[in-house]
């Protein structure tokens, strides 16, 4: 069962689908570009860090958000974070209860950055960064995603990158995954953090080396990953890229038997979990997710958060190289505003 977000040829070598395509991405990229440079940019008053990527979907950007804001709640700041909450059935600004809220009311990534600190999820942002500045009292914004959108004023831009997938084919929406001209991108951009390894990014690192933006480096590292030594499983996910948590798992030790690949967000129906359950009984295999797929589970009906107790779930956070880097980031980004805001 293989099933995709974005299309497959986003991913591949440029072919004729791109080409075709390249008229609308050409408009898509002016409006995009239009959208950058004249984007309204509204002040809150507090430093602002963006989190965000060049392309569509995945990249690392909540997990460089929480490991941004515990970096922040070290050196004694208040963070909030903003995130739009992506396929969340509230309306407005809401300001995220993980006790209450459910991963369908408000999104799954939002769900995991509240338990870091206060998240507020709005397609507005600068509505949910001025309801978490009145109604939490926070200092320090860090936004998950949001760069393309220019709805505030951001003094430090942390575009992600996996070394691993890259940019894809290189071309802009709809013919490929890339949100705006790379060359666009890249100016508004502070710095490129490049996470993991693999050769897929080494373009975007060029570009942006030309042009003169700072590129730092992470990782993601299983907290966990001890239990999935020598385990046989069955790995499901519905995550952008889900070929990474495969691999996590095979570096882990585990033994995938088999892998069942869902969209990003997706909501596991009966079938799904019936299925997975079936075969993982069939075959002897543990079932093995991602804290994300988790947290829709956990959060939804009764049948999903008692076919979660079958799974085991495999932690990761990120890790700044060297460690310091994200006190570094959370520091320039403060100087940042106080230039914004002083001269």
């Known amino acids: 069962m293989m099933r995709a977000e974005t299309p497959p040829f986003w991913w591949r070598p440029k072919a004729w689908q791109s080409l075709m395509l390249a008229p609308a991405a050409a408009v898509y990229g002016r409006v995009a570009r239009r959208n950058l440079e004249n984007g309204e940019r509204a002040d809150v008053g507090v430093p602002v860090l963006c989190v965000g ?20 709640l070290a050196e004694g700041l208040r963070p909030g974070f903003v995130s739009r909450g992506h396929g969340r059935a509230s309306r407005g600004a809401v300001l995220v209860d993980p006790a209450h809220h459910s991963a369908a009311e408000v999104g799954d990534e939002p769900l995991l950055l509240a338990s870091v600190a206060p998240t507020c999820v709005a397609v507005n942002r ?20 949001g760069f393309q959108s220019a709805r505030l004023a951001i003094d430090f831009a942390l575009i992600a990158v996996d070394a691993r997938r890259g940019l894809g084919n290189g071309a802009v929406v709809p013919a490929g995954p890339v949100r705006a001209p790379l060359i666009d991108q890249i100016r508004f951009a502070d710095a490129l953090l490049v996470i993991g390894e693999g050769d897929a990014g080494d373009a ?20 966990n990953g001890a239990r999935f030594a020598g385990l ?37 129906s009966s079938d799904d979990m019936d299925d997975l359950s079936a075969s993982a009984w069939r075959e002897g295999l543990q079932m093995v997710t991602t804290r994300k797929d988790a947290v829709r589970l956990a959060t939804g009906s009764a049948a999903m958060q ?3 107790k079958e799974c085991e779930v495999l932690d990761v956070a990120l890790g700044f ?15 940042a505003f106080r230039r914004r805001k002083f001269g």
Request: aromatic share 8%; hydrophobic share 45%.
């Open 321 to 335: 190289a060297p460690q310091s880097l994200g006190a570094r980031i959370i520091r320039d980004t403060r100087r």
């Open 204 to 223: 975007v690192i060029r570009q942006t080396a030309r042009g003169n933006k700072p590129i730092f480096e992470a990782a993601l590292e299983p907290e």
């Open 53 to 72: 990527n060049f392309t569509v979907g995945g990249g690392g950007k909540t997990p460089t958000a929480m490991a941004l804001g515990r970096a922040a």
């Open 306 to 308: 008692l076919f979660l």
């Open 232 to 268: 046989r499983v069955l790995a499901f996910a519905g995550i952008a890229d889900p070929a990474k948590f495969y691999a996590s798992l095979t570096a882990l030790g585990a033994e995938i038997v088999e892998t069942r690949d869902f969209p990003d967000h997706h909501v596991f």
């Open 126 to 145: 600068r509505q949910a960064a001025q309801k978490l500045l009145a109604e939490r009292g926070v200092d320090f914004i860090i936004m998950d995603d």
